[in-house]
């Protein structure tokens, strides 16, 4: 009797102690001497031959400050190129998109150039300074050619037939020194339709579906996987003979009409400013999920302030699985 | 006419001798001569020896005779003598002095004693046990009375002492907790001697009373862990912990409430050789460091040497904390149970072969789990989930002995712990037109210590002893997440995704040793030893898995079957390791150890050699007073990688490579050690360290250390260094023990890539800490704990601001660190207090404990986390241990 009093005793206090435990605080910080700081302005500008020119300009602000107040629609933006003469076009806020544009829509950036911003804003923010960037946009570097093998395909219940391949795309010798990429594999949606006499036609239509990168094979480090990017980031002084080798998996929809035939390759040859940027923001991104990783270093090209200026050059490459 | 004129002189001479003689002695004449055989009872107060043997002989009134001019005439003796024997009276009275008594014909003669020339020394040899379980005492202290003649016992309580021959000592044994033995030898040849000591932790008595203070012989600079005051302080859960005891020891802290490991003196928490019986364990925490792996009914010493590291030692920066578990009762058969509301243990001991052979088993599991699963179960109900939380950790120790013949020792020893955390969630979604979506996850952590060693002692004659060990040691950390997500579990056009993510680290290290101590006589003791250890491990094995495929019919993906498709990256490594120490003994008031430590690594075709000297001395300057001084340098082979500096159970030992070289350090120290009266020592310590070629962060991702991964050039490679003053006074041998310690310390790491390369804090930073500690009896039955730390604020690296970054059109808010540890957590300070009450019956003895941990509720923080609002980022604390009470109790049988 004594014992089973004892044991419930027991119970009863490692209850209580459980109930205590889990009385764990998580409460707000109270400064303890927290870094004061000055607002910047934060610029974001990925500049492409085969888009419009514009950009966004927020601000940096305080840890638990309101973050409703943080873009920038009156600032002063000189969008200047390295043509002769000097070609310096005023950026004007477009409340719509909410991002700087240029006045003309039609206007688009040119391989082999650089590119420059300068922005002026309240005395406040850019503490009379003028913020600037300059950035290089990198002559396209294009695929010299392909190889597909390995080619899989399994059926799924929920998912429909799974196909695999292996795809080899080789790069020229790029232009421009040091290299960087973003590849992007898609599937074209290309649609058999039946004749009536019995022959078949191909219809490719403009849509794609992105392509799963199921494994990069041989890579020494220099193709990765971003969180926050589609394709593969490279670094061309990291691959062997300019080549990359990549896994691709993708699905058919359930309709019979579709068949896989072509994919198309997004190839943007990148500045090194903005490979690294994005190289920097995949280790922020990954590390802001977890609460136990040291705090990283973030890349900024901006003087007096935050943020990128960078650009690319993009070429498309189709490739016929069927040759 | 010369001869009768020398024989004359001859003649008064001797007459005027004996009567010189005759005439210092007192003319009391006496039948009972033999000095045992009388007591005196009188009080002595620095008078001076020729009076205080006057007033000696008018107390016994037996006949003293003596020459002044052999009495030393500017000693003065203080005695207080209540019905003591007239022989120990006498001793006292010449107590470092070169006079001994004699019995000469039927009177009692004051003589010089005779030194013969080294040659004629002999040698007291043996083992000192505890008398009622044959525990071999390690450092337990043998004196002659003139304090010529010392040594201590080593790891194995194994002494050996040379004295002259033919010349009577009295010898005098002694341990901390234990009563003193004194035997009187007058040695012809070499002699094996045991001894066995009695606890003064009476039975009739449980309260443990600690003896009165020492200050070491030893020219080391270590905390002895006071072991006989672990039991009585208070401990979370009432779970006393032998590490968080270390923790409180001035120059040593941890993180929050004993999170994270130990830090000493500014050092990270990978810079410190942890040996469990002189095996090395990589990871000591459970439940990431709220307690340690040693379960403190085990430990039967504990040691930690921070300054003055001795050649013997080597592989980590900092400090040695080094270990000894208990060999079992070789007796008798004992036991104990305890529970308290987190743990039960149970401890199991007795002999094979009475006298001869013994085990000790321990064993103790948290006993949380049947609450934690249920509560868990019910809180997430109340959130419209499904699953629960568990979690856990056992540990068992065992330990065998065999005594075969008088000089031969063996003893096998094992460990097996482990930490299991699991957390099951479902849910279930409802996305509108009719849609559905269930979520599975499921989370399994686990890490755990394996280690066994064996060990064979033997004693090559009276001088020289030896030991063999043959080792094992590993840890493992596994982490795997599995989630599952079903649209439409039930119906036709369902779809399920599968996402599995493990992550693995795992280190082994084989290890084969020999030690010799040669105890060559009085001035000079040598030891010497080599080791190898063979290293394997799988750091940081990351492995990601997303499965679109349908699984098989339990629809879940194991770990096993991913393991079983993968390549372990496995790194090996081999150390070779030399060390010779030379203790030397100059005089009475010096004590020098020279030695160095030889050390070759071997790794991925590169082998690293390093010679590091090591010097300590002890002087003692006054009566009462000591000083020590320290050189030391040290060397690593493996480095942490820790995640945010937590020291949490998922950092990654890396081992050393040609393009990340083995650590380094240097540390110069000193102290100044005062009795104060019967019950106090004073220390003062001061030291200055430097390092070379520490690691610091990898930010960002998990480490993943894969083939094709240029994980090396991810790590940053600095300096550093660390200084410090550490204050502390200790109290023991009465009603009231325990210790008052205070320490200034800073450190500080620098690295080209991290911060702009310029110094900053390093995580170890404490600047002030102050620990009182005391055990205080209040009756033959009640003692009273108490225990306050106070530590101004950890460095923490906090986020200027937080910058928008457009992803996607979208805006993401982001922190902006501009500087490392730029801020600091609120400072830490926690009272722990409890009364433990001891009863003893015919069946054995029981202690029931009422304590409280964190006694005021103080929110210490253990990590600032960065948090997604609403309103962009902010910034929470995170405190673990609330106020916190607690009922335990103990039997022992």
């Not at chain 1, 300074?129 to 219940?157: C, D, F, M, Q, W």
């Not at chain 1, 068949?259 to 903005?274: G, P, Q």
């Not at chain 2, 680290?505 to 000079?524: E, T, V």
């Not at chain 2, 490594?573 to 020098?592: A, C, D, K, T």
């Amino acid at each position: 009797m004594v014992q089973l009093l004892l044991m419930s005793f027991t119970q009863l206090f490692s209850l209580v102690f459980v109930l205590f435990l889990s009385v764990s605080c998580r409460e707000d910080y109270v400064s303890n001497g927290t870094p004061v700081f000055d607002e910047v302005v934060n610029l974001t500008a990925e500049l492409s031959n085969d888009d419009v020119v514009e950009l966004s300009l927020l601000k940096n602000i305080a840890i638990g400050s309101d973050v409703s107040d943080i873009e920038l629609s009156n600032a002063e933006v000189t969008f200047l190129g390295s043509q002769v003469p000097l070609d310096s076009r005023k950026m004007l806020y477009d409340a719509e998109k909410r991002k700087y544009v240029l006045e003309n829509p039609d206007y688009r950036i040119v391989e082999g150039q650089s590119y420059s911003i300068e922005i002026t804003t309240d005395s406040d923010l850019s503490q009379d300074h003028l913020i600037t960037a300059t950035t290089y946009i990198p002559r396209a570097v294009h695929v010299s050619g392909y190889t597909i093998s390995n080619r899989t395909s399994y059926k799924t219940e929920q998912s429909g037939t799974m196909y695999q391949l292996e795809l080899t795309i080789s790069l020229n010798e790029p232009k421009d020194l040091p290299a960087y990429y973003q590849i992007i594999p898609y599937r074209k949606v290309t649609e058999l339709r039946r004749n009536n006499d019995g022959t078949a036609t191909e219809l490719n239509f403009s849509k794609r579906h992105l392509m799963k990168i199921v494994e990069i094979v041989e890579s020494r480090n220099g193709v990765v996987i971003l969180a926050h990017k589609d394709g593969v980031y490279i670094d061309q002084s990291r691959i062997n003979r300019n080549e990359v080798k990549l896994v691709l998996e993708t699905s058919l929809p359930l309709t019979e009409k579709e068949i896989l035939r072509y994919i198309e390759v997004d190839v943007h040859t990148l500045s090194e400013e903005l490979y690294q940027y994005h190289i920097a923001l995949d280790n922020e991104v990954r590390s802001l999920n977890r609460s136990y990783s040291y705090p990283i270093e973030r890349f900024s090209n901006v003087q007096n302030g935050d943020g990128i200026f960078g650009g690319s050059s993009m070429i498309k490459y189709l490739i016929d699985l069927d040759q | 006419m010369r001869g009768l004129k020398e024989s004359l002189t001859i003649h008064l001479t001797s007459c005027v001798s004996i009567a010189l003689i005759l005439l210092f002695s007192v003319p009391y004449s006496n039948a009972q001569q033999f000095p045992d055989e009388h007591i005196v009872t009188l009080d002595l107060v620095n008078v001076p020896v020729d009076s205080a043997l006057l007033l000696l002989i008018k107390a016994s009134g037996v006949n003293i005779s003596y020459d002044p001019a052999i009495l030393p005439q500017d000693r003065k003796v203080s005695l207080s003598a209540n019905y003591l024997k007239l022989g120990l009276a006498l001793d006292n009275v010449f107590v470092r002095t070169n006079l001994i008594y004699k019995i000469i014909g039927d009177q009692l003669v004051i003589v010089e004693r005779y030194i013969p020339p080294p040659s004629e020394l002999v040698t007291l040899s043996g083992r000192i046990m505890d008398a009622k379980t044959g525990e071999l005492l390690v450092n337990a202290s043998v004196v002659t009375d003139d304090y010529k003649y010392a040594e201590l016992s080593n790891e194995y309580g194994y002494y050996s002492v040379s004295v002259p021959r033919n010349v009577t000592y009295h010898l005098s044994y002694s341990y901390l907790g234990y009563n003193k033995i004194e035997k009187s030898i007058t040695p012809v040849d070499d002699v094996h001697l045991d001894i066995h000591l009695e606890s003064n932790n009476l039975l009739n008595e449980i309260v443990i009373v600690s003896s009165t203070p020492k200050i070491s012989k030893s020219s080391e600079q270590f905390d002895a862990i006071p072991l006989d005051l672990l039991s009585g302080l208070p401990g979370l859960a009432g779970e006393t912990d032998v590490l968080r005891l270390a923790q409180m020891k001035a120059g040593v802290t941890s993180q929050a409430d004993g999170f994270g490991g130990m830090m000493v003196r500014g050092g990270s928490v990978d810079q410190n050789l942890i040996l469990f019986d002189g095996v090395p364990i990589y990871n000591t925490g459970h439940a990431l460091g709220l307690f340690s792996i040693f379960n403190s009914s085990a430990i039967k010493s504990a040691r930690l040497i921070k300054g003055g590291i001795p050649a013997r030692f080597g592989g980590r920066l900092s400090s040695v904390f080094d270990v000894h578990t208990k060999e079992g009762n070789n007796q008798k058969m004992a036991g104990e149970l305890s529970v308290s509301p987190l743990m039960a243990k149970a401890i199991i001991e007795g002999p094979f072969q009475k006298g001869k052979s013994s085990f000790f088993l321990t064993a103790r599991r948290t006993i949380i789990d049947p609450w934690l699963k249920p509560l868990s179960k019910y809180q997430l109900e109340r959130n419209n989930e499904k699953g629960s939380i568990n979690l856990y950790f056992y540990d068992i120790n065992v330990k065998v002995n065999f005594k075969l013949g008088n000089r031969d020792h063996l003893f096998l020893s094992a460990y097996m712990g482990k930490d299991v955390y699991e957390n099951e969630v479902e849910s279930r979604t409802e996305l509108g037109l009719g849609r559905i979506r269930e979520d599975f996850d499921l989370i399994d952590l686990n890490w755990g210590n394996q280690m066994a060693t064996i060990r064979w002692t033997h004693e090559f004659g009276s001088k020289l002893f030896g030991f063999a060990n043959l080792s094992l040691t590993n840890y493992r950390y596994e982490s795997y997440d599995f989630d599952r997500t079903r649209i439409n579990p039930e119906e036709a056009d369902k779809s399920v995704s599968y996402s599995s993510r493990l992550y693995l680290s795992d280190i082994s290290d084989r290890i084969g040793s020999y030690q010799l101590h040669w105890f060559q006589g009085k001035h000079y003791f040598l030891r010497l030893g080599a080791s190898y250890t063979d290293h394997q491990l799988s750091p940081g094995l990351d492995i990601s898995n997303n499965v679109e495929r349908q699984l098989d019919e339990n629809d879940f993906l194991s770990k096993q079957s991913i393991l079983g498709n993968t390549q372990y990256r496995r790194f090996g490594g081999s150390e070779m390791r030399f060390f010779v120490e030379n203790e030397i003994r100059i005089g009475r008031r010096l004590v020098v150890n020279i030695g160095a430590h030889l050390s070759f690594i071997e790794a991925q075709d590169t082998t690293f050699t390093s010679l590091q000297p090591r010097f300590s001395a002890k002087i003692g300057i006054a009566k009462g007073m000591t000083l020590k001084i320290g050189y030391t340098e040290m060397d690593q082979f493996f480095h942490l990688l820790s995640s945010g500096g937590l020291g949490l159970p998922n950092d990654v030992w890396l081992p050393s490579t040609k393009s990340l070289p083995p650590e380094r350090s240097r540390q110069f120290s000193g102290s100044l050690e005062q009795r104060l009266g019967q019950n106090w020592i004073l220390t003062l310590r001061g030291y200055k360290k430097y390092y070379d070629s520490v690691i610091g962060f990898v930010s960002g991702s998990p480490f993943d250390i894969r083939e094709g991964v240029d994980w090396e050039g991810q790590i940053p490679i600095g300096t550093g260094s660390a200084s410090g003053l550490e204050f502390e006074l200790q109290r023991s041998g009465g009603p009231i023990s325990g210790w008052l310690s205070y320490t200034y310390g800073n450190s500080n790491r620098t690295f080209k890539e991290i911060n702009n390369g310029l110094p900053f804090r390093a995580g170890a930073d404490r600047r002030h800490i102050l620990n009182i500690n005391l055990l205080s009896q209040l009756n033959k039955n009640m003692d009273f704990g108490l225990s306050w730390t106070y530590a101004t604020p950890t460095p923490v690296t906090l986020p200027s601001s937080q910058r928008p970054v457009v992803i996607d059109d979208e805006i993401f808010f982001f922190p902006v660190y501009d500087e490392v540890h730029n801020g600091e957590l609120p400072a830490y300070h926690k009272l722990d207090a409890n009364i433990n009450i001891y009863n003893t019956y015919d069946w054995g003895s029981q202690k029931l404990s009422f304590g409280v941990y964190n006694a005021y509720g103080r929110r210490n923080p253990y990590y600032i986390d960065l948090v997604r609002e609403d309103v962009g980022l902010g910034l929470e604390q995170i405190s673990l241990i609330p106020f916190l009470p607690y009922v335990s109790l103990a039997i022992s049988f």
